[in-house]
């Protein structure tokens, strides 16, 4: 089964350096799956690595839904790596693009 791996860092440069500090593996299915919550306090930023194993769509919030025909969240190609910047206590959503 395809998997997206979830890594967080707190106060991070442009690229995440050193250990995280949470980290998270989600199924990508046919159906939308949400993460558990980004660890933090109040709404402090954290920079996360999307790394997924499958071509995916994948959004965030505080009660995501990752959509198929991408109009609910942001493509990610399967061995390629994001970075992006969200608050403590979202979760990530994530479907299979097919």
Same mark, same amino acid.
């Given at each position: 089964?395809?998997?997206? &791996?979830?890594?967080?860092?707190?106060?991070?440069?442009?690229?995440?350096?050193?250990?995280?500090?949470?980290?998270?593996?989600?199924?990508?299915?046919?159906?939308?799956?949400?993460?558990?919550?980004?660890?933090?306090?109040?709404?402090?930023?954290?920079?996360?690595?999307? &790394?997924?194993?499958?071509?995916? &769509?994948?959004?965030?919030?505080?009660?995501?839904?990752?959509?198929?025909?991408?109009?609910?969240?942001?493509?990610?190609?399967?061995?390629?790596?994001?970075?992006?910047?969200?608050?403590?206590?979202?979760?990530?959503?994530?479907?299979?693009?097919?």
């Amino acid at each position: 089964m395809a998997t997206l &791996f979830i890594a967080v860092w707190r106060d991070a440069a442009e690229v995440a350096l050193g250990d995280p500090l949470q980290e998270i593996a989600v199924a990508i299915g046919a159906a939308s799956a949400q993460s558990a919550a980004i660890t933090g306090k109040d709404r402090q930023r954290n920079r996360i690595r999307l &790394f997924a194993d499958a071509d995916c &769509f994948v959004t965030w919030g505080t009660d995501p839904t990752a959509l198929t025909d991408g109009t609910a969240g942001r493509p990610l190609g399967a061995g390629n790596p994001e970075y992006f910047d969200i608050e403590a206590g979202q979760k990530v959503a994530v479907i299979q693009r097919l």
